[in-house]
């Protein structure tokens, strides 16, 4: 049987020199665990428009409806923040969660008991977190139709629709209650249902399909009181199951509860391909970081993490993504630091490769 196929877009900025050590680890998992990967890569985002003019190719796109799963570091940068919105670099990744309908994306929100004091919210409050967000990805005001800049009398007017169909709401509500069965048992859907009549459907429906899962216990929030509740008692949370837009948001604020944007990887699923396995891509929620791209600065833990989640829901190899997960817990608990995970006063931070050659060495010792 030949080897799963990996797809590797490093993308821009801080993209490759993350991605650089994902490589290592792949690595070293097919030596030492005999858990071989094909590897390919390819461009996407800026990079992608500067080799091609667009910011994800044709070939690039059917390459990653083919393999076992994408792995992607991060797109952007302010070189194309003057481009026509068509071909911005964030185009080239929507098009891929688009066009390979992954429609759940799971955004975990673990805070590291090494970390528990580097938030900006008390120690007590964060220490312990563990919330799975489950975004709905491919739908919702992202993509809805009509959506662009028209005239309008005398004025312009920019338009964007939030439109959600019954199965949309429910494909994602049942892979976050799946999810919920798997943690503990309680879910919480968030919309807007006292202003918007896609939140009362997102409500009904959810409700619905909360019925074949009698185990979890479920609740319904409107979005904005759950962005308080996130600052106030994120702990009360288990899964959170939301739309695109206010799950980019939501995200954000759970990602900075654990106190850097620089561990946290994220999951995006689709429906399972002929093989079984869902169709897949994985990339850490921080974003390109252009001010220190290139410096050898950046985390790659959550990037790593994000291969983590890909040995987990891509192929079946909990115990292995346990051993990664271990792996960084124990050289954040040996106090090796990025520059991100740094205290005011907290000596030297690692660079990027320094903090691979730290989570290798874990690695190796875990054997
Ligand atoms: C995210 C990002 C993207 C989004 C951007 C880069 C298009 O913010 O993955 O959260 O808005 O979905
Ligand atoms: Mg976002």
Redesign the pocket.
Known sequence: MSNPSLLILAGDGIGPEVMDQVQRIIGWFGDKRGLKFDVSEDLVGGAAYDKHGVPLHDDTMAKAQEVDAVLLGA??GPKYDDLDFSVKP?RG??RLRKEMDLFANLRPAQCFDALADFSSLKTDIVSGLDIMIVRELTSGV?FGEPRGIFEEGNERVGINTQRYTESEIERGARAAFELAMKRDKRLCSMEKANVMESGILWREVVNEVAKHYPEVEVSHMYADNGAMQLVRAPKQFDVIYTD?LFG?IL??CAAMLTGSLGMLP?ASLGAPMDNGRPKALY?P?H?SAPDIAGEGKANPCACVLSFAMALRYSFNEGAEADRLEAAVEKVLADGVRTGDLMQADGGTPVSTSEMGDALLAALDASL
Do not use: K
């Open positions: 797109v952007g964030e990744l929507l992202y695109n980019d995200s954000d994220s990339e929620v974003g």
